[in-house]
């Protein structure tokens, strides 16, 4: 394996997830994944996000649509982090 293959598939493995507590730290074009009931998974970009962060749209990947999700419903949000 040439050292650039190596050290993209080192990259894309030392990624890791982490849940986002306060979604006002979010912001639009952010990518994230939703987990809406704590098990269906919605990955895409965040389009808008309301002021106190209880709201936000994405834009699902794989042409999706745009979706509204609500942290009140107990949804919850993780990015990777490298």
């Known amino acids: 394996m040439t050292d650039a293959l190596m050290a993209r598939r080192t990259a894309l493995h030392s990624a890791s997830t982490k849940v986002v507590a306060d979604w006002t730290a979010l912001m639009p074009g952010d990518f994230v994944t939703v987990l809406e009931?704590?098990?269906?998974?919605?990955?895409?970009?965040?389009?808008?996000?309301?002021?106190?962060?209880?709201?936000?749209?994405?834009?699902?990947?794989?042409?999706?649509?745009?979706?509204?999700?609500?942290?009140?419903?107990?949804?919850?949000?993780?990015?990777?982090?490298?």
């Open 37 to 82: 009931s704590y098990t269906v998974p919605h990955s895409g970009w965040i389009d808008d996000l309301t002021e106190d962060g209880r709201i936000i749209w994405l834009v699902l990947t794989f042409g999706g649509g745009r979706r509204m999700f609500f942290r009140e419903n107990g949804d919850i949000i993780t990015v990777e982090v490298p």
